[in-house]
Nanobody, 122 residues
Framework: QVQVVESGGGLVQAGGSLRLSCALS????????MGWFRQTPGKEREFVGA????????SYASSVKGRFTISRDNAKSTVYLQMNRLQPADTAVYYC???????????????WGQGTQVTVSS
């Protein structure tokens, strides 16, 4: 049974940092690209970034490029999202997903976590 579990969300002041983690079980982690998305109420799920199976490719939304970094540890079956210089506009539920490639479209990923809330106060 596939399980994707995010952790590390919380409340942080603007300009601060958080690191999200996402663990995948029930599948061979290194066979999957991993993506991060975020969503606020009433809006469509938004691409944040993605990393390919062996980290040769990373991609980011323009809104987070230079502030967020995705990395993965295949030995731990975990992907990370390091978020620096956080802004109130980054407030959202952050989701991790497993897919065949490092796509930037949420509907191309097939296994999702439950999400973790990130709130950035001004």
């Amino acid at each position: 049974q596939v399980q994707v579990v995010e952790s590390g969300g919380g409340l942080v002041q603007a300009g601060g940092s958080l690191r999200l983690s996402c663990a995948l079980s029930g599948r061979t982690f290194s066979n999957y690209a991993m993506g991060w998305f975020r969503q606020t109420p009433g809006k469509e799920r938004e691409f944040v970034g993605a990393v390919s199976r062996i980290s040769t490719i990373t991609s980011y939304a323009s809104s987070v490029k230079g502030r967020f970094t995705i990395s993965r540890d295949n030995a731990k079956s975990t992907v990370y999202l390091q978020m620096n210089r956080l802004q109130p506009a980054d407030t959202a539920v952050y989701y991790c997903a497993a897919g065949r490639s490092a796509y930037n479209k949420w509907d191309l990923y097939d296994s999702w976590g439950q999400g973790t809330q990130v709130t950035v106060s001004s």
